[in-house]
Protein backbone atom coordinates (compact mmCIF):
# COMPACT_ATOMS: atom_id res chain seq x y z
CA UNK A 1 0.00 0.00 0.00
CA UNK A 2 1.34 3.65 -0.92
CA UNK A 3 0.90 5.95 1.47
CA UNK A 4 0.28 9.97 1.67
CA UNK A 5 -0.75 13.23 3.17
CA UNK A 6 -4.41 12.10 2.34
CA UNK A 7 -3.54 8.44 1.79
CA UNK A 8 -5.20 5.99 -1.16
CA UNK A 9 -7.47 6.66 -3.09
CA UNK A 10 -9.86 4.21 -4.99
CA UNK A 11 -8.02 2.35 -7.98
CA UNK A 12 -8.93 0.00 -10.10
CA UNK A 13 -10.94 -2.26 -7.74
CA UNK A 14 -14.34 -2.64 -8.98
CA UNK A 15 -13.05 -6.65 -10.88
CA UNK A 16 -10.48 -6.98 -8.24
CA UNK A 17 -10.88 -10.76 -6.26
CA UNK A 18 -12.50 -10.56 -3.12
CA UNK A 19 -14.51 -7.45 -2.75
CA UNK A 20 -17.60 -7.75 -2.34
CA UNK A 21 -20.58 -6.76 -4.38
CA UNK A 22 -21.60 -4.09 -1.79
CA UNK A 23 -18.10 -2.56 -1.16
CA UNK A 24 -17.78 -2.90 -5.17
CA UNK A 25 -20.42 -0.81 -5.83
CA UNK A 26 -19.18 2.04 -3.16
CA UNK A 27 -16.31 1.73 -4.88
CA UNK A 28 -17.32 2.94 -8.13
CA UNK A 29 -19.46 5.80 -6.38
CA UNK A 30 -16.35 6.81 -4.53
CA UNK A 31 -14.10 7.02 -8.09
CA UNK A 32 -16.98 9.14 -9.61
CA UNK A 33 -16.49 11.24 -7.05
CA UNK A 34 -12.54 11.31 -7.06
CA UNK A 35 -13.13 12.17 -10.95
CA UNK A 36 -14.53 14.82 -10.29
CA UNK A 37 -11.67 16.07 -8.21
CA UNK A 38 -8.87 14.90 -10.98
CA UNK A 39 -10.90 17.06 -14.07
CA UNK A 40 -11.32 19.97 -11.77
CA UNK A 41 -7.15 19.56 -11.04
CA UNK A 42 -6.69 18.67 -14.68
CA UNK A 43 -8.72 22.37 -15.78
CA UNK A 44 -6.44 24.43 -13.51
CA UNK A 45 -2.94 21.74 -14.88
CA UNK A 46 -4.09 22.46 -18.29
CA UNK A 47 -4.91 26.49 -17.85
CA UNK A 48 -8.65 25.84 -18.50
CA UNK A 49 -9.08 27.68 -15.02
CA UNK A 50 -6.78 29.96 -12.78
CA UNK A 51 -7.56 27.56 -9.62
CA UNK A 52 -10.11 25.48 -8.11
CA UNK A 53 -11.38 24.87 -4.53
CA UNK A 54 -11.26 20.90 -3.37
CA UNK A 55 -13.07 20.95 0.47
CA UNK A 56 -14.12 18.05 2.63
CA UNK A 57 -13.85 16.47 5.44
CA UNK A 58 -10.51 14.97 6.50
CA UNK A 59 -8.83 12.08 5.27
CA UNK A 60 -10.64 11.20 2.37
CA UNK A 61 -8.23 11.57 -0.62
CA UNK A 62 -8.40 15.08 -1.43
CA UNK A 63 -4.83 15.77 -0.93
CA UNK A 64 -3.87 12.79 -2.30
CA UNK A 65 -5.97 12.92 -5.63
CA UNK A 66 -4.40 16.28 -6.27
CA UNK A 67 -0.88 15.51 -6.01
CA UNK A 68 -1.56 12.40 -7.86
CA UNK A 69 -3.33 13.91 -10.90
CA UNK A 70 -0.18 16.68 -11.02
CA UNK A 71 2.36 13.78 -10.72
CA UNK A 72 0.49 11.88 -13.63
CA UNK A 73 -0.02 15.52 -16.14
CA UNK A 74 3.77 15.80 -15.64
CA UNK A 75 3.36 19.81 -14.63
CA UNK A 76 5.35 21.60 -12.00
CA UNK A 77 3.34 21.92 -9.00
CA UNK A 78 4.30 23.32 -5.73
CA UNK A 79 2.55 22.37 -2.46
CA UNK A 80 2.44 24.73 0.94
CA UNK A 81 0.76 22.90 3.72
CA UNK A 82 2.77 24.72 7.05
CA UNK A 83 2.55 28.47 7.96
CA UNK A 84 2.80 30.89 5.19
CA UNK A 85 2.45 34.52 6.02
CA UNK A 86 0.81 36.86 3.03
CA UNK A 87 4.39 38.09 1.54
CA UNK A 88 4.89 34.45 2.11
CA UNK A 89 2.18 33.53 -0.10
CA UNK A 90 3.61 36.38 -2.52
CA UNK A 91 7.10 35.07 -2.67
CA UNK A 92 6.09 31.42 -3.55
CA UNK A 93 3.63 32.93 -6.28
CA UNK A 94 6.35 35.25 -7.67
CA UNK A 95 9.39 32.49 -7.74
CA UNK A 96 7.31 30.40 -9.44
CA UNK A 97 4.38 31.74 -11.49
CA UNK A 98 3.48 29.08 -14.12
CA UNK A 99 3.58 26.60 -11.74
CA UNK A 100 0.63 25.23 -10.09
CA UNK A 101 0.15 25.73 -6.39
CA UNK A 102 -1.30 23.95 -3.75
CA UNK A 103 -2.76 25.12 -0.57
CA UNK A 104 -3.50 22.19 1.43
CA UNK A 105 -5.17 23.18 4.67
CA UNK A 106 -5.69 26.49 4.13
CA UNK A 107 -7.94 27.80 6.21
CA UNK A 108 -5.37 30.08 8.25
CA UNK A 109 -4.18 31.92 4.38
CA UNK A 110 -8.00 32.32 3.77
CA UNK A 111 -8.15 34.33 7.38
CA UNK A 112 -5.71 36.60 6.28
CA UNK A 113 -7.27 39.95 4.38
CA UNK A 114 -3.96 40.49 2.37
CA UNK A 115 -3.73 37.00 1.78
CA UNK A 116 -7.25 36.66 -0.05
CA UNK A 117 -6.44 39.96 -1.96
CA UNK A 118 -3.27 38.16 -3.09
CA UNK A 119 -5.29 34.97 -4.02
CA UNK A 120 -8.32 37.09 -5.54
CA UNK A 121 -5.86 39.08 -8.19
CA UNK A 122 -3.63 35.26 -8.95
CA UNK A 123 -7.35 33.79 -10.04
CA UNK A 124 -8.85 36.52 -11.91
CA UNK A 125 -7.50 38.54 -14.99
CA UNK A 126 -7.14 38.13 -18.86
CA UNK A 127 -5.70 36.41 -22.20
CA UNK A 128 -3.43 37.72 -23.60
CA UNK A 129 -4.73 39.02 -27.59
CA UNK A 130 -7.81 36.54 -26.11
CA UNK A 131 -5.28 33.60 -26.26
CA UNK A 132 -3.12 31.63 -24.35
CA UNK A 133 -3.28 31.16 -20.98
CA UNK A 134 -4.94 33.25 -18.28
CA UNK A 135 -2.59 36.01 -16.83
CA UNK A 136 -2.98 38.02 -13.96
CA UNK A 137 -0.69 40.80 -12.24
CA UNK A 138 -0.35 40.55 -8.35
CA UNK A 139 1.46 43.67 -6.55
CA UNK A 140 2.66 43.91 -3.09
CA UNK A 141 3.20 47.26 -1.89
CA UNK A 142 4.74 48.34 1.37
CA UNK A 143 6.44 50.77 3.31
CA UNK A 144 7.37 52.56 -0.20
CA UNK A 145 8.29 49.23 -2.05
CA UNK A 146 6.31 47.63 -5.22
CA UNK A 147 6.18 44.56 -6.16
CA UNK A 148 4.78 42.93 -9.11
CA UNK A 149 4.65 40.05 -11.16
CA UNK A 150 2.82 38.01 -13.75
CA UNK A 151 1.42 34.90 -12.81
CA UNK A 152 -0.29 32.45 -15.33
CA UNK A 153 -0.13 29.74 -13.45
CA UNK A 154 -3.02 27.76 -10.80
CA UNK A 155 -4.13 27.93 -7.41
CA UNK A 156 -5.82 25.00 -5.67
CA UNK A 157 -7.16 25.37 -2.41
CA UNK A 158 -7.63 22.32 -0.12
CA UNK A 159 -9.81 22.26 2.60
CA UNK A 160 -11.93 20.64 5.42
CA UNK A 161 -14.58 23.05 5.47
CA UNK A 162 -16.38 24.54 2.65
CA UNK A 163 -15.27 27.76 0.97
CA UNK A 164 -18.58 29.04 0.48
CA UNK A 165 -19.51 28.61 4.60
CA UNK A 166 -16.44 31.25 5.02
CA UNK A 167 -17.79 34.97 4.60
CA UNK A 168 -14.55 36.69 3.96
CA UNK A 169 -13.90 34.40 0.98
CA UNK A 170 -17.24 34.46 -1.27
CA UNK A 171 -15.41 36.81 -3.56
CA UNK A 172 -12.36 34.40 -4.16
CA UNK A 173 -14.68 31.36 -4.21
CA UNK A 174 -16.74 33.35 -7.42
CA UNK A 175 -13.65 33.25 -9.49
CA UNK A 176 -12.65 29.30 -9.40
CA UNK A 177 -14.99 26.66 -9.70
CA UNK A 178 -15.39 25.21 -5.83
CA UNK A 179 -16.50 21.41 -5.16
CA UNK A 180 -17.30 19.62 -1.80
CA UNK A 181 -16.74 16.14 -1.69
CA UNK A 182 -19.53 14.28 0.23
CA UNK A 183 -17.72 10.83 1.27
CA UNK A 184 -19.49 8.34 3.45
CA UNK A 185 -18.22 5.97 5.61
CA UNK A 186 -19.41 3.33 4.32
CA UNK A 187 -17.14 4.38 0.68
CA UNK A 188 -14.52 4.86 3.56
CA UNK A 189 -15.05 1.26 4.68
CA UNK A 190 -14.97 -0.08 1.70
CA UNK A 191 -11.58 1.44 0.54
CA UNK A 192 -9.93 0.42 3.72
CA UNK A 193 -10.99 -2.95 2.86
CA UNK A 194 -9.56 -2.72 -1.00
CA UNK A 195 -6.57 -0.82 -0.09
CA UNK A 196 -5.80 -3.51 2.99
CA UNK A 197 -5.76 -6.24 -0.05
CA UNK A 198 -2.72 -4.90 -1.35
CA UNK A 199 -0.72 -5.13 1.69
CA UNK A 200 1.62 -3.23 3.79
CA UNK A 201 5.43 -2.27 3.49
CA UNK A 202 7.49 0.32 4.97
CA UNK A 203 10.62 0.14 4.08
CA UNK A 204 11.72 -3.62 4.54
CA UNK A 205 8.92 -4.32 7.25
CA UNK A 206 6.03 -6.20 5.65
CA UNK A 207 1.93 -7.02 6.38
CA UNK A 208 0.48 -9.44 4.60
CA UNK A 209 -3.02 -8.34 3.38
CA UNK A 210 -4.68 -10.79 5.65
CA UNK A 211 -2.77 -8.82 8.61
CA UNK A 212 -4.02 -5.55 7.22
CA UNK A 213 -7.40 -6.49 6.51
CA UNK A 214 -7.86 -7.56 10.55
CA UNK A 215 -6.52 -3.78 10.74
CA UNK A 216 -9.23 -2.36 8.42
CA UNK A 217 -12.19 -4.61 9.88
CA UNK A 218 -10.83 -3.47 13.67
CA UNK A 219 -11.10 0.21 12.63
CA UNK A 220 -14.41 0.04 11.03
CA UNK A 221 -16.09 -2.03 14.18
CA UNK A 222 -14.32 0.48 16.84
CA UNK A 223 -15.27 3.29 14.52
CA UNK A 224 -18.92 2.81 14.57
CA UNK A 225 -19.24 1.75 18.23
CA UNK A 226 -17.79 5.29 19.25
CA UNK A 227 -19.58 6.67 16.33
CA UNK A 228 -16.63 8.38 14.82
CA UNK A 229 -16.28 9.08 11.52
CA UNK A 230 -13.88 7.25 9.23
CA UNK A 231 -11.39 8.55 7.62
CA UNK A 232 -7.86 6.92 5.48
CA UNK A 233 -5.17 8.19 8.03
CA UNK A 234 -6.29 6.02 10.76
CA UNK A 235 -5.30 2.88 8.39
CA UNK A 236 -2.26 4.22 7.92
CA UNK A 237 -1.89 5.22 11.24
CA UNK A 238 -2.90 1.59 12.73
CA UNK A 239 -0.90 -0.34 10.31
CA UNK A 240 2.15 1.78 11.62
CA UNK A 241 1.06 0.51 14.91
CA UNK A 242 1.20 -2.82 13.96
CA UNK A 243 4.14 -3.26 12.74
CA UNK A 244 5.27 -1.98 15.97
CA UNK A 245 3.69 -4.21 18.24
CA UNK A 246 4.77 -7.25 15.70
CA UNK A 247 7.96 -6.10 15.94
CA UNK A 248 8.24 -5.53 19.58
CA UNK A 249 8.84 -2.26 19.88
CA UNK A 250 6.10 -1.65 21.75
CA UNK A 251 4.87 -2.78 24.97
CA UNK A 252 0.71 -2.94 24.38
CA UNK A 253 -0.82 -4.94 21.62
CA UNK A 254 -1.88 -2.96 18.16
CA UNK A 255 -4.97 -2.71 19.64
CA UNK A 256 -5.29 -1.39 22.56
CA UNK A 257 -2.54 1.39 20.31
CA UNK A 258 -5.28 1.99 17.77
CA UNK A 259 -8.32 2.18 20.23
CA UNK A 260 -6.46 4.06 22.62
CA UNK A 261 -6.21 6.63 19.21
CA UNK A 262 -9.73 6.36 18.36
CA UNK A 263 -10.61 7.30 21.83
CA UNK A 264 -7.91 9.87 22.38
CA UNK A 265 -6.81 8.31 26.03
CA UNK A 266 -5.60 5.31 26.99
CA UNK A 267 -7.12 2.37 26.50
CA UNK A 268 -5.41 -1.24 27.50
CA UNK A 269 -7.28 -4.33 27.74
CA UNK A 270 -4.29 -6.83 27.18
CA UNK A 271 -1.42 -7.77 29.27
CA UNK A 272 1.44 -5.18 28.91
CA UNK A 273 4.99 -6.54 28.05
CA UNK A 274 7.96 -5.23 29.44
CA UNK A 275 10.71 -4.12 27.38
CA UNK A 276 13.09 -6.85 28.53
CA UNK A 277 10.72 -9.64 27.78
CA UNK A 278 9.71 -8.18 24.05
CA UNK A 279 13.80 -7.71 23.37
CA UNK A 280 14.66 -11.47 24.38
CA UNK A 281 11.23 -12.64 22.65
CA UNK A 282 13.08 -10.46 19.54
CA UNK A 283 16.48 -11.77 20.03
CA UNK A 284 15.09 -14.95 19.81
CA UNK A 285 12.68 -14.42 16.54
CA UNK A 286 16.41 -13.60 14.97
CA UNK A 287 18.10 -17.05 16.24
CA UNK A 288 15.58 -18.78 14.49
CA UNK A 289 15.30 -17.04 11.79
CA UNK A 290 19.63 -17.21 11.62
CA UNK A 291 18.94 -21.24 11.96
CA UNK A 292 16.42 -21.73 9.34
CA UNK A 293 17.39 -18.76 6.56
CA UNK A 294 18.69 -21.51 4.18
CA UNK A 295 15.54 -24.09 4.32
CA UNK A 296 12.87 -24.17 1.59
CA UNK A 297 10.35 -21.22 1.79
CA UNK A 298 7.38 -24.01 3.19
CA UNK A 299 10.10 -25.83 5.26
CA UNK A 300 11.07 -22.54 6.40
CA UNK A 301 7.64 -20.81 7.59
CA UNK A 302 6.55 -24.44 9.44
CA UNK A 303 9.78 -24.33 11.33
CA UNK A 304 9.02 -20.74 11.76
CA UNK A 305 5.82 -20.80 13.17
CA UNK A 306 6.50 -23.69 15.28
CA UNK A 307 9.01 -22.33 16.59
CA UNK A 308 7.83 -18.56 17.30
CA UNK A 309 4.22 -18.63 16.85
CA UNK A 310 5.14 -15.46 14.72
CA UNK A 311 3.79 -14.60 11.55
CA UNK A 312 5.75 -15.34 8.09
CA UNK A 313 5.40 -11.37 7.59
CA UNK A 314 7.37 -11.37 11.65
CA UNK A 315 9.84 -13.91 9.56
CA UNK A 316 10.76 -11.89 6.63
CA UNK A 317 11.36 -9.05 8.41
CA UNK A 318 14.05 -10.85 11.01
CA UNK A 319 15.30 -11.57 7.51
CA UNK A 320 15.28 -8.60 6.14
CA UNK A 321 17.47 -7.63 9.74
CA UNK A 322 19.84 -10.22 9.11
CA UNK A 323 20.29 -8.45 5.68
CA UNK A 324 19.09 -11.26 3.55
CA UNK A 325 18.25 -10.10 -0.12
CA UNK A 326 15.48 -12.36 -0.75
CA UNK A 327 13.42 -10.49 2.36
CA UNK A 328 12.64 -7.29 0.08
CA UNK A 329 11.50 -9.65 -2.73
CA UNK A 330 8.58 -11.47 -0.33
CA UNK A 331 5.91 -11.07 -2.52
CA UNK A 332 2.58 -9.82 -0.52
Partial sequence: ?????????????????????????????????????????????????????????????????????????????????????????????????????VLEDCEEVLGTRVSLGILRSATWGSRRNREGRLERLITWNVHGAHLDVIFDGGIILVSNRRLSDLPEVKALATRIPCIDLPVTDGEIAALMRSVAMEGYRMGDRILRPDECAEVAEFIIKESASLGRPLDMRLLVNALADRLQSDDHDAGCGWRDLVASTLRGRPSVVGDVEPMGIRQQRKARELEVARQIVHLPRQERLQVWKEKTDASESSLYRRLAELGRVDALDFDL
Avoid at 20 to 42: F, M
Avoid at 50 to 69: D, L, N, S
Wanted: charged share 20%; hydrophobic share 35%.
Fill in 1 to 101: MTTSSDDNPAKEDSGRRGVSPQDRNLLTNLKKKLQIVKDRVAGVAMGYHAGAGITGRGGTCKTFTVVETLEQLGVTFAIHNSHLTPRGLFDELASNPSAVH
